[in-house]
Every structure is written in structure tokens, then in C-alpha cells.
């Protein structure tokens, strides 16, 4: 597959005095088909990374390229977005006077497609996203769930070949989620779209084939999405016991101390845990 998303030192300030520094060189490369989740705390840079990439906003120093191709060198960035990216955010940001159909059609109106057409390209996506009963209903009528599905659908209008989810799951319950990651994973299978998922749910992460974790404005991890128990492992070695643990510093883990250690030593259980991380994490 070919590389369609590629930052090199990508480095984002902000502020005039003491600035802050979103994004501190971020080198990264995502393939054409791929799915993947960007996490991190609050602040880490997911948010800041997303909107470069879909050209929302500028970098101080370094480069995003799209099949190649520079975002600085594209003279309308609005053109652009328009044409290849597709915008699915927390808040799904639906007309709240407009029908679920007429919310998917906002998007082609810029483009040189007759009305006709539009709207059944927005019919076509409706019922692609699960909501063929649901379109001629105001964003009020829908679920959490659907609105976001309608977001979905209008994402894909002009045919996108990137889409860029930020927290898309965020004002969903559990079950809800679920659905939903599971229609962008069938999406991503069926039409070879790439589409990156910033949140801070694991549960989330997982379902795509991919996981970069950031902090700091930097990526910190980048690797394939394994089965469960190898991703509650990673999580572990990312947390405060699981770095105590790897560096052999159980004498700080409190109350945990006596049950994974003996005389001060570690378990023969204790030590298979932490050789087991040892390899995950490394």
C-alpha cells in the first residue's frame, strides 16, 4: 500500500509570549487503507496533529504531505478539504433546521453535481450508514447515535478518500460507540477508506488496526493493534505500575508490595508478569 498521510517534523506553537509547543516534531506515516487511533492524555497534541492534517490549520515549521503532495504548495486548502477529506467531529454539528437528508446534500452543494444527483447520493449514504427510515427526520427526532451516523454519511459525500474522526464517540453511551466504530471498520473495509480516530477510549483504539499514543506533542508509540490481553499488557507498562514494576522498583508499590514479592524479591509469578511486559513493551 502506498503512504497517504506523512508528517516530518511537524512542529505546531502557540502563543505570542511564553508559547507552547502543541506539536514538538512529529515524524509519522500512514498508509493508503489503513485505520488508525491517535490517544493520549488532554493536551498531548491529538486534536492539534488531526487538524493539520486535514489542512484546518498551519504548522509553524515542518510538513503534512497527502499522497505526496505538500499542504503548504495547495493554493486552496478549501478545495482541497472539499475533495479528499471528510470531517467527523465529537459535536456532530448538524443544521438543526434540516433533515438528516438534507444535511448530507450541504456538502455537494459546492460541487458541480446536479440536484438530483445530490440527492441520491445522500439517500444512497443514509441507507448505507443504517438510517433509510430515519431520512426526512431533523437532527432533534435522532438518537446520539444517528446524528452521529448522519455526520458519518455527510462525511463521505464527495466520496473522501481520508476521513478524520476526533472523539466521534465521545457524547455516545458504550453501546452506541460500539455501533458506530463498527460501521467506520465496515467502511474502511468495503471502500478502502483511510480514517484516522483520535480518543481517549481504549475500547475505541482497539477497534482499529492501528494505535499512535502521544503526549507531550510528540508520538510516544506507534504500533499494531494485538489481541486483548497483549493490549491490557501495553496499557500496564504504560502506567505508573508498570513502570515501577519493569524497573524492579517494588518497594514502592505500597500495599501491592506484599503480594508480588517475598523477602523483598519478587514472586516467581511476579517475575514471569514482568518479563512478559518486558516483551510487550519493548
Known sequence: MSTMIETRELTKLYGDGEQVRALDGVNMAIRQGEMVAVMGPSGSGKSTLLNMV?????????????DGQDLATIRSLDAFRAQTVGFVFQLHNLLPTLTALENVEVPMRGQPIGRRARRERARELLTLVGLADRMNHLPSQLSGGQ????????ALANRPRLILAD??????????????????ADLNLSQ???IIVVTHDRRVARATGRILIMRDGRVTDDHAVADPLIEDLRELGRSQLGQR?????IEELGPLRQALSRDGRFTPEADYLVSVLRGVVD
Do not use: H
Open 54 to 66: 486535514g489542512g484546518l490549520d498551519r504548522p509553524t515549521s515542518g510538513q503534512v504531505l497527502i
Open 147 to 154: 446524528r452521529q451516523r448522519v455526520a458519518i454519511a455527510r
Open 245 to 249: 514494576l519493569l524497573a524492579g522498583r
Open 167 to 184: 472523539e466521534p464517540t465521545g457524547n455516545l453511551d458504550t453501546a452506541a460507540g460500539e455501533e458506530l466504530m463498527n460501521l467506520l
Open 192 to 194: 478502502r477508506t483511510t
